[in-house]
């Protein structure tokens, strides 16, 4: 019988998929199947993702095969992850402190991607995350969190809200106290997250599994490696033309610049130059952009790779 699934885990060519709440193929006593691609998959150069919504043909009680990889609204690729419905950005406020050139750099990708953000600031109780919170402020989700309480921690039980019925990345530099954080927003989940970490993606040789998790308060979420491994540039290159529109806090501002093709990073008469002249736009975010724009402008059109 043909039944409609989503892929919670990926281990090489074998896939865990649970029955879709809204399968409505027959009354199941199974919620979760090992499922194999189809044959046909691999000369197609289809690989399924974790993440992805599938049809599977059940063979028997624990075993089925997937027939078809039904269409992505968005990807990314390292690690292999599909319909994401937001990517939280763990960022800490010191310890070390943030490389904001980098967090901006993955909010652009994310944009390009048709993504939405989240960015939590953490050892909040070590260092006050105003300075940075309020770049991002009005412009994404900021939240900011003392992964040292357990207990009344209004950021966590802010972040839990934000990830119900979703499906969330997470993501974030090393020492920001990811996995503090996943534990203490579900702490039945016991993530070994240096073990997943190790797993995902490092190099062709080793083996790449994927899991994503359930969370009680409904929703997904899948953790990822940190900035070093989570994704690359060379897939995710933003040509410089389309780059003022991975920065929201732009959109207001573009198209009313004295130039029709005004860059947005020195011209006169620039709308966005304007905005951060006035408060606006955070100095910072421009900044970030300008140095884009100049690393965008190295990027010839044959170099951006499709999907592979
Ligand atoms: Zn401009």
């Known amino acids: 019988m043909i039944r409609k699934g989503v892929i919670i885990s990926a281990l090489g060519d074998s896939y865990k998929v649970a029955l879709r709440e809204d399968d409505s193929s027959g009354s199941a006593s199974k919620k979760e199947y090992i499922c194999k691609p189809r044959g046909v998959f691999r000369a197609k150069d289809i ?7 599938v049809l599977f ?7 089925a095969v997937i027939t078809e990889v039904l269409k992505r609204k968005n990807e990314i690729i390292r690690p292999p992850l599909a319909n994401l419905d937001q990517i939280v950005f763990v960022i800490s406020t010191c310890e070390p402190s943030p490389n904001i050139l980098l967090l901006d750099k993955f909010l652009a990708v ?15 109780d070590k260092c006050p995350a105003d300075e940075y919170a309020d770049i991002y402020r009005g412009v994404y989700p ?18 839990k809200a934000i990830l119900k019925d ?24 016991n993530l ?8 995902l993606g490092r190099g062709k040789h080793t083996t790449r599994r994927v ?75 421009h ?5 884009m724009y100049e690393e965008a402008k190295a990027i010839k059109p044959w170099e951006i790779k499709p999907r592979t």
């Open 166 to 189: 979703k499906f969330s990345a997470f993501t974030g530099n090393s020492g920001a106290g990811k996995s503090s954080l996943l534990n203490n927003i579900c702490p039945g989940l």
């Open 57 to 63: 043909d059940d063979i028997d009680d624990n075993t």
């Open 211 to 285: 899991d994503i998790y359930k969370l009680d308060c409904g929703g997904y979420i899948a953790d990822t490696p940190g900035f070093s491994t989570f994704e690359t540039s060379r897939y995710d290159m933003i040509m410089k033309d389309e780059l003022a529109d991975c920065f929201p806090d732009f959109a207001p501002y573009l198209g009313k610049c004295r130039f029709q093709d005004c860059s947005h990073t020195k011209e006169q008469g620039c709308a966005v130059i304007e905005a951060v002249k006035d408060g606006k736009v955070s100095k910072s975010r």
């Open 110 to 124: 994310a944009e390009h991607k048709g993504i939405a953000s989240v960015i939590v600031f953490t050892k909040t």
């Open 192 to 199: 070994q997250t240096n073990e997943i970490s190790r797993k």
């Open 47 to 53: 690989t399924p993702y974790c993440g992805d919504n």
């Open 142 to 159: 900021v939240l900011c969190v003392d992964n040292t309480r357990t207990a009344d921690n209004e950021g966590v039980d802010a972040l």
């Open 287 to 291: 900044d970030s952009y300008c140095k």
